[in-house]
């Protein structure tokens, strides 16, 4: 089974960037649309970026907006997120997802905390 490993995650200052990475164990090709979501402590999980198959279009809802950008490298089978502008309420685990054949896939998650 195709498993997902995100990294990348820490401890940033507000106005700070990261960049979280997705790796898939196998091709990165072989997953329908790919995603990014989070999850703050006490929240529900949030979807904060959405990118079709082949990386050709990407979704992004209002609260990071301007500042998230979703990408994929398939010579290295990897997701990225990067994150700039970086605000105290993006503090949360942040999680990769996607749909490999008829399987839902999740990676374990990372955690950014923004902190002064």
């Known amino acids: 089974q195709v498993q997902l490993v995100e990294s990348g995650g820490g401890l940033v200052e507000p106005g700070g960037s990261l960049r979280l990475s997705c790796a898939a164990s196998?091709?990165?090709?072989?997953?329908?649309?790919m995603f990014w979501f989070r999850q703050a402590p006490g929240k529900e999980r949030e979807l904060v970026a959405s990118?079709?198959?082949?990386?050709?279009?990407?979704i992004y809802p209002d609260s990071v907006k301007g500042r998230f950008t979703v990408s994929r490298d398939g010579a290295r089978n990897t997701l990225f997120l990067q994150m700039n502008n970086l605000k105290p309420e993006d503090t949360a685990i942040y999680y990769c997802?996607?749909?490999?054949?008829?399987?839902?896939?999740w990676g374990q998650g990372t955690r950014v905390t923004v902190s002064s």
């Open positions: 997802n996607g749909n490999y054949g008829m399987s839902e896939i």
């Open positions: 990118l079709t198959k082949g990386g050709s279009a990407a």
């Open positions: 196998g091709n990165i090709d072989g997953f329908q649309a």
